[in-house]
């Protein structure tokens, strides 16, 4: 069973698309984090929740919305996309804001 | 603001040739230093956490130790298996701070 996993692992789309990435854990972790990668691999921080509630939103455009159902789950739905969307979104989770991270494998997103 | 400074950028060795990829960092506090292992087309892999200067932590053929400012991972004896990005991140200690990572060492083990 894989600990982390989100879908789609691929996203091919135009600008100006709206798309949603999901992400899911059976850790129990009550802990979820949105990591964007870049070009030149560099992870950055975008949002962190905690039992359902946003509790880090680094300065990310408000096109970017994160949504967590449930402690198990955070997704993550992005408006307009741009052309500088295109990276690796990672899903990541935690036992508290403390515990050690576990990743998801990561969703290509290629905006054209 | 937290900052990570990974070196080498890229590494390139020959299998069996030992050698350290270093992580420099500055945080207001830290309360752990993490190194993470990440394969192409995959997610960064947990290896190990580091809580306090002077510690130092060992899986296989990696030892991981940590000064006030900086982190060593030291490869000894490299396979090829061990061919991948290395990432250093550091967590503040305060409330509900979030991993900062550097941008990674490639490591490329040729046999």
């Known amino acids: 069973d894989t600990a982390v996993s989100q879908t789609p692992k691929y996203l091919v789309t135009q600008m100006g698309n709206d798309k949603s990435i999901k992400c899911e854990q059976n850790l129990g972790h009550d802990t979820m984090y949105w990591y964007k990668q870049d070009s030149k691999k560099f992870l950055k921080i975008m949002f962190s929740y905690n039992n359902k509630e946003l509790i880090i939103n680094e300065t990310v455009p408000n096109r970017f919305s994160p949504k967590s159902p449930d402690k198990a789950h955070l997704n993550l739905h992005i408006n307009s996309l741009e052309l500088g969307d295109s990276a690796v979104y990672f899903c990541a989770s935690s036992q508290g804001p403390r515990g050690g991270y576990t990743f998801g494998s990561g969703t290509r997103l290629t905006v054209v | 603001e937290d900052q990570v400074t990974q070196s080498p950028e890229a590494l390139r060795l020959q299998e069996g040739e030992s050698s350290s990829l270093n992580c420099s960092y500055t945080?207001?506090?830290?309360?752990?230093l993490f190194w993470y292992r990440q394969d192409p087309g995959k997610g960064p892999e947990f290896l190990f956490t580091l809580y306090s200067a002077g510690e130092e932590k060992e899986k296989e053929r990696l030892k991981a130790t940590l000064t006030k400012k900086e982190s060593f991972l030291h490869i000894t004896a490299p396979k090829p298996e061990d061919s991948a990005t290395y990432l250093c991140?550091?967590?503040?200690?305060?409330?509900?701070?979030?991993?900062?990572f550097g941008k990674g060492t490639m490591l490329l083990v040729s046999p």
């Open positions: 991140a550091v967590q503040q200690d305060s409330g509900y701070s979030t991993l900062t």
């Open positions: 945080v207001s506090g830290l309360r752990g």
